[in-house]
Each structure stands twice: as structure tokens, then as C-alpha cells.
Nanobody
Framework: QVQLVESGGGLVQAGGSLRLSCAASGRAFSTYPMAWFRRAPGKEREFVAA???????IYADSVKGRFTISRDNAKNTVYLQMNSLETEDTAVYSC??????????????????WGQGTQVTVSS
């Protein structure tokens, strides 16, 4: 059974940093694109960042230069380093994996496996 489990969320002041982790089990995702999405209260799910198995990355404009997605394929884990956090970054962050090898996408419908999410709260 495939599982994606996020960790690393929490409460941080604006300007601070957090690193999220997403550990995958049940399948090797080394060649599968993986991504981070977020959902703020009252808003739709929003793309944050994605990475191919080989490390090609794409980012939402709102996080470029502040967030970095990376992955350790040996550990079947993807990370999201978040710096210079803003109150607008407050959301539940979820990781996702495509159902097979391919290119990263910013569309939620492109991803087959999803984690439960971890809360990130940025205070002013």
C-alpha cells in the first residue's frame, strides 16, 4: 500500500523558515515526479513546487526564490525548504506523486498519490 506522510509543519513567525518532509512507502518513487501543494482556509488547492525524478524543478511564482524543493531518492523522500515565510503562506501543505515516470506538473489532476497534509502557520 502506497503512503505519503508529511512532517515538519508548525508555527513560525514571518521571516522564519521551515523544512517539510514527505516520506513515501510502498513503492519506489525515484523516477516519478513529486510535488507540493497547499490549501489555505477558504481557498482552493494551490500548486507550490514540483520535481522530476532527475531533479528538474518548477515553482509557483509566489514562492520562487523563497522555497526549494529537493528529493533524496535513496530515502524515497521529498523536501520543501521554506524561507522568508509570509503570513500568506499559512496553509495545509500536502505532497503528491504522479502514478508513473513523467514530467512534473502544476496541475493537481496529474498526481495520483497524496499525503494527508501538514499545517504550516505563519504569524505576523
Amino acid at each position: 500500500q502506497v503512503q505519503l506522510v508529511e512532517s515538519g509543519g508548525g508555527l513560525v513567525q514571518a521571516g522564519g523558515s521551515l523544512r517539510l518532509s514527505c516520506a513515501a512507502s510502498g513503492r519506489a518513487f525515484s523516477t516519478y515526479p513529486m510535488a507540493w501543494f497547499r490549501r489555505a482556509p477558504g481557498k482552493e488547492r494551490e500548486f507550490v513546487a514540483a520535481s522530476s525524478g532527475g531533479g528538474f524543478t518548477i515553482y509557483a511564482d509566489s514562492v520562487k526564490g523563497r522555497f526549494t524543493i529537493s528529493r533524496d531518492n535513496a530515502k524515497n523522500t521529498v523536501y520543501l525548504q521554506m524561507n522568508s515565510l509570509e503570513t500568506e503562506d499559512t496553509a495545509v501543505y500536502s505532497c503528491a506523486a504522479r502514478g508513473g515516470p513523467g514530467v512534473p506538473s502544476n496541475r493537481p489532476s496529474a498526481y495520483y498519490y497524496w499525503g494527508q497534509g501538514t499545517q504550516v502557520t505563519v504569524s505576523s
